[in-house]
């Protein structure tokens, strides 16, 4: 459980630990209501940023989530923002970019626990996300299994 109160200190920490080049930047986060998506973010063309900010928007059903998977969503949609920067792209939409390169650069972020936990949370309640979607469970897991390998070593 997350309390939307919280929502704003978890960011903070968030791009402090993780997102090191998001530090300073406005982004606001948002809780939902209704159908539709469960969460997404809106770009800004790059040159504009810094002038608009960026927002933010996740369902409220989202509060249901552990801290573990709340962050591996909340990570999800910092990455689409920390590519855009990478880029300097002209995108006003996340949805331009691949949900496969996003998820991997949070894997090699070090957030990859943290997108599994929010995959299997997701697939267990809502329409499973396909391939297109992003990095599949499975595709995540056996990434995660790779790494604790090589940590025995
Ligand atoms: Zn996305």
Redesign the pocket.
């Known amino acids: 459980m997350i309390l939307s109160n919280d929502i704003e200190s978890i960011t903070d920490k968030l791009i402090r630990d993780y997102y090191p080049e998001l530090k300073g930047i406005v982004i606001r986060v948002k809780l939902k209501k209704g159908k539709g998506f469960f ?3 809106y770009l800004v063309p790059y040159f504009m940023y810094i002038f608009l900010g960026y927002r933010i928007e996740i369902h409220k059903s989202a509060l249901k989530m552990s801290k573990e998977s709340f962050i591996g969503c909340l990570g ?2 910092l ?2 923002i920390a590519y855009q920067h990478t880029m300097r792209s002209g995108f006003f939409d ?2 331009d ?1 691949d ?1 496969r390169v ?1 998820d991997q650069r949070l894997i090699d972020r070090g957030l990859g626990k943290n997108l599994f936990a929010f995959l299997k949370h997701h697939n267990s309640k809502y329409k499973k996300y396909k391939k297109k ?2 990095l599949t469970e499975k595709e995540v897991e056996k990434q995660l299994q790779v790494f604790n390998e090589a940590a025995k070593y």
């Open positions: 969460m997404q973010t999800h949609e990455e689409h996340a949805s970019q949900e996003i979607d992003g």
